[in-house]
């Protein structure tokens, strides 16, 4: 649709113009229209019109003073003058200043105005299909620098040159900013945007070409260094400083400024926010920039603990090489055992106190939180694939895809919601199949144990039945029925011992050792405190 913005002091004018043609089925849309010149102005930079049609007389800022606002701004806004018959000197200026058309207000007839904006219509888009095909040309030129660029960039980080002559010439012939001198690395990262906001393919790749030139074209202004699209969402800025810069806090100050600008200007113009990470020692060698490179990546990547655009330096980082304060093997085996019995919010409640902990110290690197998170995952995901068959395959998650996904993402706040998603997903896939299992297993445990109460069951030969080991069997066992395991047994035993006082003649030992009590004393006192009877009285008491 090609926008149309209608500026005239007259109502009835922008009203009549509004409904003397069927605007949408012609290919336009009237976005709005402004009852002079200084709301007209406050419109087009919000509403973006492609034509505006204007009266030249009006209030506060009339319509010659409007075109020629309009085109200090914008020169490809098309302009159609509305005029009267006395205005002719007037239109001349108009014309003169960039109006594309007149029309006379008082005369106005539809197939008039039509054929006008018709027109109009052709131009902006011949001229659209021109600015592409120039673009299209400029981003093809620029990319093939840009690759021969990133290439020479690679050399540098990796040293992989032959001479430093060679890199200073390469540099040079390419119109790269990039001599013998003082350097300091940074990298811009604008991952976690990319990744938020789903942006692919060509978007993507225009995106990356837009940051990269904004970059570019604020070091050129400052002649203080370039830079290079690299590894796909990470900007290389090499800030080359001259050998006269002396003062630490000099370069650091000039460091910091341009980053700021680079910053505020993706913001302003882009709508992006970025992280940088700076390697804040002076780098005098060639050959330290791979080093550099390195430390400004493990800067950047600190940002995965911050919510807001930020600029990290290297030198503020303080990292330990100690995982356990945070979530050691015990720690790990004890969200399993809670994650084993169904216990998911006491799973969720010890990660949070772990999230928690990681986020306010900031202590480990972010690829090591990824880890405790695909540690803890791989142990739930190994449990939960000893419940299916090996004609059943389908598992709940692919734990190669959610251990990149953990990866992947760009932040703490981000890694968590996402590993307590793929928590849920297992835990629904345990309450169907796993739960199940062991619903089956108690079934057919519980049959044995009324077959065989009178032999020596031990908790080890229980806990076999669910194919676990003996303290988790207890866990499952009591919340599936309601009791320990042991209660459960002297209860089934206690039961037929009643059953054969009341119904035979057999002794009480022998009925102690009949239901698996070879020592009658304990058997008694058992009995007694469960009955609430001796095991004579109750025979006494149920016989007839």
């Not at 093809?140 to 620098?145: A, D, G």
């Not at 945007?193 to 604020?218: C, Q, T, W």
Request: hydrophobic share 40%.
């Amino acid at each position: 649709m090609t926008r149309v913005l209608i500026v005239d002091d007259e109502l009835i004018v922008r009203v009549g113009i509004k409904t003397m043609i069927d605007w949408d089925k012609n290919g336009f849309e009237i976005v709005g229209d402004a009852a002079d010149g200084e709301e007209a102005l406050s419109k087009i930079f919000t509403l973006n019109p492609h034509i505006v049609l204007t009266d030249i007389k009006m209030p506060k800022l009339d319509g010659i003073e409007l075109i020629k606002r309009i085109r200090e701004k914008n020169k490809n806004i098309k302009i159609v003058v509305l005029s009267c018959y006395n205005d002719f000197d007037l239109v001349k200026q108009a014309m003169k200043m960039g109006a594309s058309d007149y029309i006379l207000k008082l005369s106005i007839r539809k197939e008039e105005l039509l054929e006008v904006m018709n027109n109009l219509k052709i131009q902006i888009l011949d001229e659209f299909q021109k600015q592409n095909q120039v673009n299209t040309l400029y981003r093809r030129l620029n990319s093939n620098r840009d690759v021969i660029k990133e290439k020479i960039f690679r050399k540098i980080i990796n040293c992989s040159y032959e001479s430093e002559n060679d890199v200073y010439k390469e540099a040079k012939d390419l119109n790269i900013r990039f001599a013998e001198g003082n350097y300091i690395i940074a990298v811009t990262r604008i991952a976690a945007y990319l990744n938020k906001h789903k942006v692919i393919n060509l978007e993507r790749e225009l995106l990356l070409f837009s940051v990269g030139k904004m970059i570019e074209e604020i070091l050129e202004r400052e002649q203080i260094g370039d830079v290079v699209s690299y590894n796909n969402g990470d900007f290389i800025v090499i800030f080359t400083f001259d050998n006269s810069i002396r003062e630490f806090k000099q370069v650091e100050n000039e460091l910091g400024r341009v980053l700021n600008h680079i910053h505020n200007a993706l913001k302003t113009y882009l709508n992006i926010d970025v992280f940088s990470g700076v390697y804040d020692d002076i780098i005098t060698e060639i050959k330290e920039i791979g080093k550099g490179y390195k430390c400004a990546v493990e800067a950047v990547e600190h940002c995965f603990y911050l919510n807001t655009a930020s600029i990290v330096k290297y030198k503020d980082l303080h990292y330990s090489n100690l995982l356990h304060p945070y979530c050691c093997k015990s720690d790990e085996e004890e969200i399993l055992s809670l994650f084993k019995i169904g216990e998911i919010n006491k799973v969720k409640e010890k990660l949070n106190k772990i999230f928690d902990r990681l986020a306010e110290d900031k202590c480990i690197r972010p690829y090591e939180v990824k880890l405790i998170c695909i540690n803890i995952l791989s142990s739930i995901w190994l449990f939960l694939k000893s419940f299916i068959d090996e004609e059943d395959i389908s598992m709940p998650l692919d734990i190669n895809v959610s251990s990149y996904e953990i990866e992947q993402t760009d932040n703490i706040s981000a890694l968590r919601k996402l590993f307590y998603e793929i928590l849920d997903v297992c835990e629904n896939f345990r309450c169907i199949r796993v739960e199940n299992t062991y619903k089956n297993g108690i079934i057919k445990l519980k049959q044995y144990i009324n077959e065989n109460y009178r032999n020596n069951i031990s908790l080890e030969q229980a806990a076999s039945f669910l194919h676990v080991n003996k303290n988790y069997f207890c866990s499952i066992f009591k919340k599936e029925t309601g009791e320990t395991f042991y209660d459960y047994l002297i209860k089934v035993r206690i039961n037929n011992a009643k059953f054969l006082l009341k119904n035979t003649n057999m002794k009480s030992y022998e009925i102690s050792r009949a239901v698996g009590y070879e020592n009658f004393n304990y058997f008694s006192t058992l009995f007694k405190k469960i009955v609430g009877l001796s095991p004579n009285e109750y025979r006494k008491m149920n016989t007839f």
